[in-house]
């Protein structure tokens, strides 16, 4: 069962219990963030600027939760970024990854390209694998994924656009929605 909790509290903590190797959090934690609790790592995923959290109508859609710009509704949003969480226990990220991607092509058809982005990183500085879609034959909402694979759980980013969108734009939102993603490692209290 997926799981987001959007506490700012928890987000406080969480941000503080952050290794040496994470960014400085000079954000306020708000309604717009959100917090997952994997089984080796803690999760967390910021709007990016001028962006907000959507998630009864986003989970509609089949996505955990999904962020949109904040001057609209989610049905009447020309960029979406759509985030699930999945379990993943027993399963290794290319087999996660090579059903995901068949799924795209059985979606969209033979003319879809799937071409890798190099050096994506998140908050964390992380790898993350990440594509861009495109269909040279017609116009095709989603135009990137990235993907996170903490081990027991993966994530999956998903940047989809209406036709009037500047593509690049909305990719760049797409790319520091990755940076402000953060994975950290769980410690027990006590642990040393």
């Not at 952050?18 to 954000?27: M, Q, Y």
């Not at 009447?76 to 399963?91: C, D, P, Q």
């Not at 050096?119 to 861009?132: D, E, K, L």
């Not at 081990?151 to 009037?164: K, R």
Request: glycine fraction near 6%; aromatic fraction near 12%.
């Amino acid at each position: 069962m997926r799981t987001v909790i959007l506490w700012g509290i928890v987000l406080m903590l969480a941000a503080g219990t952050a290794t040496a190797s994470s960014p400085a959090v000079t954000e306020q934690a708000d309604s717009s963030n959100a917090f997952y609790a994997g089984e080796k790592f803690n999760y967390v995923i910021k709007a990016p600027a001028h962006f907000r959290m959507v998630t009864s109508e986003a989970r509609d859609d089949g996505y955990s939760f999904a962020f949109v710009p904040d001057s609209v509704g989610y049905k009447k949003a020309n960029i979406v970024i759509g985030v699930n969480i999945y379990k993943v226990r027993g399963l290794s990220f290319e087999s996660v990854l090579a059903n995901d991607t068949a799924s795209m092509r059985d979606h969209y058809g033979p003319h879809l390209v799937l071409r890798p982005i190099d050096s994506v990183r998140n908050g964390s500085n992380q790898p993350m694998t990440a594509f861009y879609l495109d269909d040279k034959s017609r116009f095709i909402p989603n135009v990137m994924t990235a993907y996170f694979y903490g081990n027991t759980e993966i994530l999956i980013f998903e940047l989809s656009i209406s036709p009037d969108v500047v593509r690049v734009k909305a990719e760049d939102t797409f790319m520091n929605c990755l940076r402000g993603f953060s994975a950290m490692a769980r410690a027990q209290l006590g642990a040393k």
